[in-house]
């Protein structure tokens, strides 16, 4: 079933779409991400404009996260106050960053920014949680070394303005997680991706939270960037297609549904795991993409009569 998107300005299967939605809404509630950073390129390799796929993508988000922060919610896995601090930082670097794509957009450089981005990002933070997964797998089959911490303190951890958070049991700088939001925000914004491949990893080994808290509150403070992201993107650089965002979002929250309920089967270092290998498989896909030759290196299109 084919049906015409407006703003991309091209047509495309229905069903194809719906199933892309219902898969990266069961990786949100399996891993806490938003699943943004999968969906922006899937939508780029079938043909819908970096620009519009990034902004469609935050919409979308929205959905999948409420889907999913309902589920962590009853399961008592959010921490509130937390997520609060992180959002602050959040909404500024979601502004920051859809004022940037609109002057990269202008400039004509949005696309190419888009794709090197994706590839520096995934590819960078991927390849450290794999590298510390399969470390922290190997340290569980060895008791001994199974005593040692994951989280060790540094010198982040003598900021000031330290705020307690009972729920995670920590006494931390409130910079740290207003930090994390900020750089998530502008990731939202640039990339339409809730920035949960980075924040994941960062609120377990710099913020040192349980790994049973941090999908739920980074859904938590996703629901609102991305929302955010969604509404400037949309009246100010027009780059959101309605009816693309609507079959994500339908596909996107019935997915979320059974990605909550399977990660409830998986054991903390094998879901990290599994998250940044198939990060890796897409920041190498995106890679691949830029550096092989096209089979079209241009096209030649007749203006409407």
Same mark, same amino acid.
């Given at each position: ?15 194809? !779409? ?20 999968? /969906? @922006? ?43 609060? $601090?992180?959002? &602050? ?16 957009? *202008?400039?004509?450089? %949005? ?13 960078? %933070? *991927? *390849?450290? /949680?794999?590298?510390? *997964? ?37 006494? %931390? ?9 900020? !750089? ?5 914004? $640039? /990339? ?10 960062? /609120? ?18 996703? !629901?609102? @960037? ?12 027009? &780059?959101?297609? $309605? ?57 030649? @299109?007749?203006?409407?009569?």
């Amino acid at each position: 079933m084919q049906v015409y998107l407006p703003i991309a300005e091209l047509s495309v299967n229905a069903l194809l !779409i719906l199933g892309l939605g219902g898969l990266v809404g069961f990786l949100s509630g399996l891993f806490g991400v938003g699943g943004g950073f999968l /969906m @922006t390129p899937l939508l780029i390799f079938i043909g819908i404009p970096p620009a519009v796929a990034v902004g469609t993508q935050a919409n979308q988000l929205v959905g999948a996260s409420v889907s999913g922060v309902l589920a962590h919610w009853r399961r008592r896995n959010v921490d509130v106050r937390l997520g609060s $601090i992180m959002l &602050t930082g959040g909404v500024i670097g979601t502004v920051l960053g859809v004022w940037l794509f609109g002057l990269l957009q *202008s400039l004509g450089h %949005i696309d190419l920014v888009i794709s090197l981005s994706y590839v520096f990002f995934l590819g960078t %933070i *991927s *390849s450290l /949680m794999l590298w510390e *997964s399969v470390r922290a797998i190997l340290r569980g089959r060895n008791p001994a070394a199974s005593r040692s911490k994951l989280h060790r303190h540094n010198w982040l951890h003598g900021l000031p303005l330290k705020m307690r958070f009972p729920r995670s049991r920590l006494y %931390i700088s409130a910079l740290l997680p207003a930090g994390i939001g900020f !750089i998530g925000g502008i990731l939202v914004a $640039i /990339m339409g991706i809730g920035g949960g491949f980075l924040l994941v990893p960062a /609120m377990i080994y710099l913020l040192g939270m349980p790994t049973a808290l941090v999908a739920g509150t980074s859904l938590f403070q996703i !629901i609102f @960037t991305t929302g955010i992201a969604a509404f400037m993107q949309a009246s100010l650089n027009q &780059t959101v297609d $309605i009816v693309l965002a609507l079959l994500l979002l339908v596909g996107g929250v019935v997915g979320a549904q059974f990605g909550t309920r399977a990660g409830t089967r998986l054991r903390g270092e094998q879901a990290r795991a599994l998250l940044a290998l198939m990060v890796l498989a897409v920041a190498v896909k995106l890679a691949v993409d830029l550096i092989v030759r096209p089979e079209d290196l241009y096209t030649i @299109t007749l203006p409407a009569m």
